[in-house]
Each structure stands twice: as C-alpha cells, then as structure tokens.
C-alpha cells in the first residue's frame, strides 16, 4: 500500500531540503517529495510538528546472532532499531563463529531477510576468528553481502597484518574499521585510567591506549591509500589526529557513540556495570574533544555500538563483567538532548549523522529522500516527553546506563521499505 507522509518538516542533507512537505511512497520506494501529495488508497501518516528525515543508518551493532542468542537475536536487535528510528544497521562480526567466511555472512542475509524488521547488513572480519593472523576471505564475504572489514571487539595488533588487510580492502572497495585499542598499554584495565580508577582500586585503561593505535593505522592509511574508519572514536588526542588526516585528503573517517558525547568518567557511579563498555567513558576533557569534533565535522557519523549481554553475566563484579551498553533506543533522543537543544549543532546537522554521514562510509544506496530511493524515513519529535524504561526494550538485553532518563524529543514513527514498521504508541 502507498503511504503518504503528511505535513512534516522534510530534513534531506543528501539533496539539501529543509522545508514543510509530504512525502509519497509507492512500490516500497521515495516516489516524491513536495506539497499536497496523494495516491490511490494510500495510508495517510499526519506528520505535522514532527521532522521527517531519511532512514536513520547505525553503522555499527551488534546483534550476537549467531551464537549468542541470549543477548540479542537478528530479529529482537532489529526491533529495538526501529524503537530507536533506524531502518538500516551493519552488524559487527564478532558472532560465534565469528563472520570471517561467505558462510556466515550468507546466514545473517538470509536470517536478516526472513527475521528482521530493518535493513540489516554483515561486516566481515578482518582476519580469520578475529585473531589478527590471517587475513579473512574477504573477498568471498563481499560476494556474500559484506559491506565492510573490521574486527571490532579486537584491534589487529600486527602491523603487517593491518597493511595487507588495507590494501586487500582497496582492491576490493570496502572501508576497514578498527576498534582501537593498544592490547598492551590497557591490558587488564576496566575503566579509564584517572583519579577514578585510582579512587576505585580499579586498573585503568590510559587514552593512549587508543591514540596509539589512531597513529599507526593513520601511517598505513597514508601507505596503502585505504579507506580507513575509526570505530567509536573517545579521546582528545584521537579526533585530533583524525581532523589532521582529513585535512590531508587521506581517505579517514570516524564516528562516535553517545554515551562518549553524553558520559565521562567522573560522572560514572561506583562500581555500577552499566557504565563499564569499550573505549571506557573518558574525561570530561576528552568528552568535550568528541563534541567539537561533532561541531567542527571531523566526526562523520553517530554510531551506538549496541552491545547487549545477559543480565546473568552483566551483573557481576565490575572487574569481571563484560564491555558494552545497548544504545539503539536511547541514541536519537540523547543526540537532541545533548548537541542539540544546547545548541551546539542543528538539527540539519544531527540528521546529517545519523544519515548522509554513515552512508558516506558504507555506501549501502540509502540515506535520502531522492526519488527512486528506497523508501526507508525515519519521523520523530524534537519535543515529545518520553521516559526510558529499559524493562520495555525490544532488546533481549538491559545493560543501559540511561534507564529512567526522562528525554525530550526522540522517534515517533520507523518506515522501512515503504512499511510502517514501528510507532510511538
């Protein structure tokens, strides 16, 4: 069935429109976008006061499927996207087996087009088991469906292991992403090395740790002319590096998370394991660096490295728990709470984050409005009082810091390839 989405303010960064309009959808894709739209027996959507932008892309989740159903599975992930207003996810590889062959990414298309809600699409590891050894078949893997490398979770250590994975990524035009992070610099840490840990008797994880591993692979990038991204970007040091490499015309991007723009260490309550994920929460320093390289356009994308894990194992010893929050719900209303209604960016530019920038990195063909487009719109409210009750997740998971945050502003609606799949009830 046609829809028609009524009266909105249309925010496009990718054809630059910013004004009242509807916009028609037929056949599953973008067929206008101007005033007084109508069609046959289409499903009318009154958007009047919200903002109707394109499919919002998080370029970086993880949906635990296959092997560790518990946390999360392709299907609940994908539920808790579209609660979040995104239409599109890229799945990281770290999956047991790991996605490093055709086989696996093959599964999680197929899985994904019978499962899931959302668009969903496979990241390949880097080297084989994510071991950082061997390279991966990364070639298979793109014929498979792959749309990037990375064996996030794990940095590749070796620096001749990382410049062939870049030079093999070249050749076949995919973006590397690496989790960076100097194995021996934080090895044993479990929060950010500061007064904090100190106070807490907890080994911290220095921001070293990470700008090492930035300078490098910025040094192979140079080398091997890939296109390089930095996952999860949380330190001073790193966005400055990363604003020095584009200005250089290297081919360098990087997104962060909003817990990194949001959370710093010293706001962090003791020992709670909500706040324990990779990068750690970081100085308020280093915290306010991510926010000016949101502003200044060295940070492309948001991404919320959805991380979900059990109860049963969260709910540990802070020493022994594992990494990770969820974030796919709560990201597009702390983006307007934190960046935007204190004026630090527009709302052109959020849309921008969540849209055109990810898809810059990924080419996936989304993240417009264009006619011709898939038809995926994500329509929220800059003002809507909402509560988050991580009980209420779709998520299979409860590992969130922002548990009965009260927001203002978040999605209203989630439309994927011409579907209303999701809507604020």
């Known amino acids: 069935m046609p829809i028609v989405i009524k009266n909105g303010r249309v925010i496009d960064p990718a054809s630059h429109t910013d004004r009242i309009a509807d916009v ?34 998080d370029m970086h989740v993880h949906l635990r499927e296959p092997g560790f159903e518990h946390a999360e599975t392709i299907e609940s992930g994908s539920r808790a996207a579209a609660a979040g207003g995104f239409t599109s996810v890229c799945a990281m590889p770290n999956t047991k087996p790991v996605n490093d062959s055709a086989t696996v990414t093959s599964y999680i298309v197929e899985r994904a087009r019978r499962r899931a809600v959302v668009n969903v699409f496979p990241i390949g590891a880097i080297t084989k088991g994510s071991a950082g050894e061997e390279l991966a078949a990364i070639g298979a893997m793109k014929a498979a469906g792959a749309v990037a490398i990375s064996d996030d979770g794990q940095p590749v250590m070796n620096a001749r292991v990382m410049r062939r994975a870049m030079e093999f990524a070249r050749s076949y035009d995919l ?148 990494f990770g929050i969820i974030g796919l719900e709560t990201a597009l209303a702390l983006a307007l709470e934190e960046l935007v209604h204190p004026g630090k960016i527009t709302l052109n530019r959020m849309v921008e984050l969540f ?17 011709g487009a898939p038809g995926d719109v994500t329509i929220f409210s800059t003002e809507v009082s909402w509560t988050y009750d991580v009980n209420q997740s ?18 209203v609606a989630t439309v994927v390839n011409g579907e209303i799949v999701w809507r604020r009830t």
């Open 355 to 371: 849209t055109t920038g990810p898809e810059s990195v990924m080419r996936l063909g989304r993240g417009t409005l264009e006619p």
């Open 175 to 322: 973006p590397i992403i690496q989790h960076c992070e100097d194995l021996n610099l934080s090895a044993g840490g479990d929060m950010h090395e500061g007064a904090k840990s100190v106070r807490w008797g907890l080994r911290g994880i220095p921001a070293a740790s990470e700008d090492v591993m930035v300078a490098r692979d910025l040094v192979l990038a140079q080398l091997t002319g890939a296109r390089y991204h930095v996952a999860h970007i949380s330190t001073r040091n790193a966005v400055g590096m990363v604003d020095y490499a584009r200005q250089q015309r290297l081919a360098v991007t990087c997104e962060t998370t909003p817990h990194h723009f949001t959370l710093c260490d010293e706001e962090m309550p003791a020992y709670d394991s909500n706040y324990k994920m990779k990068p750690p929460l970081r100085s308020g320093c280093d915290r306010g660096a991510v926010v000016d390289g949101i502003v200044a356009g060295t940070v492309s994308a948001i991404a919320t490295d959805h991380a979900p894990h059990p109860g049963s194992e969260k709910m540990q010893e802070f020493e022994r728990c594992p």
């Open 24 to 57: 028609l959808i037929v056949d599953g894709r973008i067929a206008g976008v101007a005033p007084n739209l109508s069609s046959p027996r289409a499903e009318v959507f009154d958007a009047a006061g919200m903002v109707v932008a394109p499919g919002f892309i």
């Open 394 to 411: 779709h998520s299979r998971s409860r590992n969130s810091p922002f548990h009965g945050r009260t927001f203002r502003g978040g999605p």
